[in-house]
């Protein structure tokens, strides 16, 4: 069940992605241009997924569990620290240059450009240095 | 970078596509009870305890062009650089960045803006404004250099 209902989740997610235009780093990247070529697109992708997860997760909530899972594990964090802020800016840039944040190149794979093959790994290589840095005293400690 | 090439405005498809995701976000909370962050979900399908149905959503979002062929009878229109080194720094500083700042255009963008989290709020506005004056800087400072 849970296989089945995770795999439909993320094929959802990613019809999400190439309906909108978000699995295309062309289209991002004009999103990002607003200075030049600005193509406003992506704007209602981000207005019509996140107010349907406004309305969603609080009808999901009024679950006493998940279907699927014995608790709710939603992320408690509220401070605003220099890790946070550095991660966001490292992130922008990154995403600024290859037009690709974390799903759109996932869903990317299955064409297999040159680019999001090379895309991909490195940035499993950047998430497994993220962790270890993000638990290292010397962020702990600048944050 | 890519070269520069116009693209259609395209509200509906997006607003679409949008509240796709959204009800994939609504899913995963109402069955899984946990935010449908991408760089959470394929950090934890490394190594967290219920990996199982992680491996399957992003085994979901690979599998989505297929059945957009499957429907279409063409894969999805896409346009990726072709310059390798500077997609290999971009998937670098991606991964970095978001395992590093706990989240992605997904995680925080959607995910914690629904829930009104003043963190995601302002991890979005970085992020959106460092993604904004890089495209600046390479498109209109260089000029197509890289």
Same mark, same amino acid.
């Given at each position: 069940m849970r296989i089945f209902f995770g795999f439909l989740s993320g094929l959802v997610f990613g019809i999400g992605l190439v309906i909108s235009g978000m699995a295309n780093p062309a289209k991002v990247l004009n999103f990002l241009d607003v200075f030049g070529?600005?193509?406003?697109?992506l704007a209602f992708v981000m207005g019509g997924a996140s107010l349907t997860a406004f309305v969603g997760y609080r009808l999901a909530w009024r679950q006493e569990r998940p279907a699927l899972l014995p608790t709710f594990d939603i992320p408690t964090a509220s401070d605003i620290d220099g890790k946070l802020l550095t991660g966001a800016a490292v992130f922008g840039i990154g995403w600024g240059i $290859? $037009?690709?944040?974390p799903g759109p190149a996932w869903t990317a794979l299955t064409i297999a450009a040159p680019g999001t093959l090379i895309f991909v790994p490195m940035m499993l290589i950047g998430i497994f240095i993220g962790r270890r840095l993000r638990s290292s005293p010397f962020a702990t400690r600048s944050a | 970078m890519l070269p520069i090439t116009q693209t259609d405005f395209t509200p509906w498809a997006s607003l679409g596509g949008g509240i796709l995701i959204g009800l994939s976000t609504v899913m995963v909370m109402a069955?899984? %009870?946990?935010?449908? %962050?991408i760089i959470g979900i394929t950090a934890g399908a490394a190594?967290? @305890? @219920?990996?199982g149905w992680r491996i399957a959503f992003i085994a979901g979002l690979i599998a989505a062009p297929l059945l957009w062929l499957v429907a279409t009878g063409a894969m999805p229109q896409q346009a990726v650089s072709d310059n390798l080194p500077g997609m290999a720094i971009a998937g670098l500083m991606v991964g970095l960045g978001t395992a590093l700042g706990s989240g992605c255009t997904s995680g925080h963008g959607i995910c914690g803006l629904a829930r009104l989290s003043a963190r995601s709020l302002v991890a979005v506005i970085t992020f959106m404004v460092f993604a904004a004056g890089t495209v600046f800087v390479l498109r209109h400072v260089i000029g197509g250099a890289v």
């Amino acid at each position: 069940m849970r296989i089945f209902f995770g795999f439909l989740s993320g094929l959802v997610f990613g019809i999400g992605l190439v309906i909108s235009g978000m699995a295309n780093p062309a289209k991002v990247l004009n999103f990002l241009d607003v200075f030049g070529a600005w193509d406003p697109s992506l704007a209602f992708v981000m207005g019509g997924a996140s107010l349907t997860a406004f309305v969603g997760y609080r009808l999901a909530w009024r679950q006493e569990r998940p279907a699927l899972l014995p608790t709710f594990d939603i992320p408690t964090a509220s401070d605003i620290d220099g890790k946070l802020l550095t991660g966001a800016a490292v992130f922008g840039i990154g995403w600024g240059i $290859g $037009g690709f944040c974390p799903g759109p190149a996932w869903t990317a794979l299955t064409i297999a450009a040159p680019g999001t093959l090379i895309f991909v790994p490195m940035m499993l290589i950047g998430i497994f240095i993220g962790r270890r840095l993000r638990s290292s005293p010397f962020a702990t400690r600048s944050a | 970078m890519l070269p520069i090439t116009q693209t259609d405005f395209t509200p509906w498809a997006s607003l679409g596509g949008g509240i796709l995701i959204g009800l994939s976000t609504v899913m995963v909370m109402a069955l899984f %009870g946990r935010v449908t %962050g991408i760089i959470g979900i394929t950090a934890g399908a490394a190594n967290a @305890d @219920d990996r199982g149905w992680r491996i399957a959503f992003i085994a979901g979002l690979i599998a989505a062009p297929l059945l957009w062929l499957v429907a279409t009878g063409a894969m999805p229109q896409q346009a990726v650089s072709d310059n390798l080194p500077g997609m290999a720094i971009a998937g670098l500083m991606v991964g970095l960045g978001t395992a590093l700042g706990s989240g992605c255009t997904s995680g925080h963008g959607i995910c914690g803006l629904a829930r009104l989290s003043a963190r995601s709020l302002v991890a979005v506005i970085t992020f959106m404004v460092f993604a904004a004056g890089t495209v600046f800087v390479l498109r209109h400072v260089i000029g197509g250099a890289v």
